[in-house]
Structures are given as C-alpha cells and as structure tokens.
C-alpha cells in the first residue's frame, strides 16, 4: 500500500494542528510536517534571516529538506499541518511534493465559520514567535486571510484535487474523520 500525504486546508485557529496530533496519534507509522514548528525555529535561532517580503523561502526551503527527508529514508505517513488555502499551492503539493504514485493524497478543509474563529483568536495563547513582518497577533493573521479569500487562487478545495477529501465544519466531526483516514491506510 501506497503511504499517505494528508493535507490540511484552513485559515489560523481552525483545528488544523490539534487534528494533526490527534490524527499522528491513531495513524501508526505518521509524523506530523508542520510549517509553524520550522518558523518558531527559525524566528528564535536565526531571526536575521528570514526575508524580510515575500514567501519565507527559508521556512519553505527546511519544510521541504524535512519532507525530503522523510521520504527517501522512512516509509511514514505524512500529515502535512499548513494552511494550503491558494490552489496554486496545493497543486505544487499534490504533484510535487506527494505525487500520485508514491501517495494516497488526502485534503482535510477546515471550513470553519469565521465568527466562531474570531473568538478563537481573541483568547488564543498560542506562541506568537511563528510571526514575521507586520503581525503580531492571530487577529491580524485572520484579518489578512479573510482579505485573502478575494483572491481569484484562494479557493475551497474540490473532490477532483486529491484522492479523498474531507471537510470537517464542526469538531464533532474530527474523530469520524481520523476514524476513516486510518481506514483508508489499512
């Protein structure tokens, strides 16, 4: 059987990282990928190099040597614990990084109402050392993304993108979601 590339889709303070743990803990032979473990990394050992505009081309360029490395010299399952909201970005993902062949490529979009995340980041006490450029609070994150959803390559995914997809709309949801996921890798 092929491994597993789980994709998670959503903006800031959806459940995207708690249903990664969650799902690392039931899927055996998983490990999760999480982009903000490498920008908390970067930002408290090497806070001059990041760019300064732009993609974090660093934080990407250690996303991908870890993924990299995952895949020539284990045999996990990948839980991939980003954002992945522009179709560009989880078409590079998809054919890329976690192709077809050596894949059974799953997105998991968290399509959360943006009131209940607003009160989410209001009493968030996650570790704000993941930030770079003008933010300095989950409130400004969800503000830029829900800018962001105008733009024509912000989009929800569809069916036709991934071998499976999920969308998880409430967290009572989340545990029928890990139960199938882990179905799907036996």
Known sequence: ?????????????????????????????????????????????????????????LKHALSKLIVDYAKENTDFHIIASNANRTRTGRTYLLEEIYPKDMF?????????????????????????????????????????QQEESSNDDVVEPEESEADHLFVIKHNDEVESIINEIVRISK
């Open 104 to 144: 059974v490529r799953i997105l998991v979009h968290f399509d959360i109402p943006d009131d209940i995340l607003r009160d989410r980041v209001k009493g968030s006490q996650r570790n704000t050392n993941i930030f770079r450029g003008p933010y300095s609070n989950f409130e400004d994150v969800l503000n830029r």
């Open 1 to 57: 059987m092929k491994r597993l590339a789980i994709i998670t889709v959503g903006k800031t303070h959806t459940g995207k990282s708690t249903f990664a743990r969650a799902l690392e803990k039931e899927l055996h032979n998983s490990f999760v990928m999480d982009q903000d473990n490498h920008a908390e990394f970067i930002n408290t050992y090497y806070k001059k190099l990041p760019p300064k505009n732009g993609p974090n081309t």
